[in-house]
């Protein structure tokens, strides 16, 4: 019993020596344990920073660009009512230019017709004047250059009147129209 007894003592010494070796093993294990979880809650709260301070910043950088494109369709629209007052002032000032083109075309023209009905006015006496002094003139020709010469003058002058009769009495028809017509005949 004593060999056994000794035997148990000393397995009771080797299970004690285990225990203690074991609960320092434990203890250390928890050292780590508790170092790894301490490193892991740091490891995750700066990460969990590191993701707010990168939502902040895409946050901020959202907004900016909202403000930024808000901002543009505010100036674009602004450039587009400018760009369309201008049109529509450059329209209204075409159009005055355009009404007052006309206007002053038809006083222009109304000034023509009353000018030239002036001049029918004057030219007829002389027409008759130039009608009366070529059949007088007609008359005298026979005399002097022959009958053949004077008939020939006699045809040519009453063509002239004739031609110069239709000239003037084209009330519309320009100076410059009047004119040709002599070189036309």
Do not use: Y
């Not at 609960?23 to 700066?46: H, M, N, P, T, Y």
């Not at 004057?122 to 022959?146: N, S």
């Amino acid at each position: 019993m004593e060999i056994t007894r000794s035997r148990l003592e000393g397995q009771v010494g080797t299970a004690m020596q285990a225990k203690e070796l074991i609960i320092e093993d434990v203890r250390g294990l928890r050292c780590e344990l508790q170092a790894v979880r301490s490193f892991s809650k740091q490891q995750c709260e700066e990460m969990a920073q590191q993701l707010r301070l990168a939502e902040e910043q895409f946050s901020k950088a959202l907004r900016l660009w909202q403000s930024e494109q808000s901002a543009q369709e505010e100036e674009k629209r602004k450039l587009l009512q400018k760009q369309e007052r201008r049109l529509k002032q450059q329209r209204l000032k075409v159009l005055e230019q355009r009404e007052h083109f006309l206007a002053e075309v038809q006083r222009e023209q109304e000034k023509r017709v009353l000018e030239m009905k002036q001049e029918t006015a004057v030219m007829q006496p002389e027409e008759e004047k130039m009608g009366t002094r070529a059949g007088q003139d007609a008359k005298r020709m026979p005399r002097v250059f022959g009958r053949f010469w004077g008939s020939l003058w006699a045809l040519l002058l009453q063509t002239l009147c004739v031609w110069v009769g239709l000239c003037l009495s084209w009330p519309l028809v320009n100076r410059r129209r009047r004119a040709n017509c002599f070189w036309k005949a």
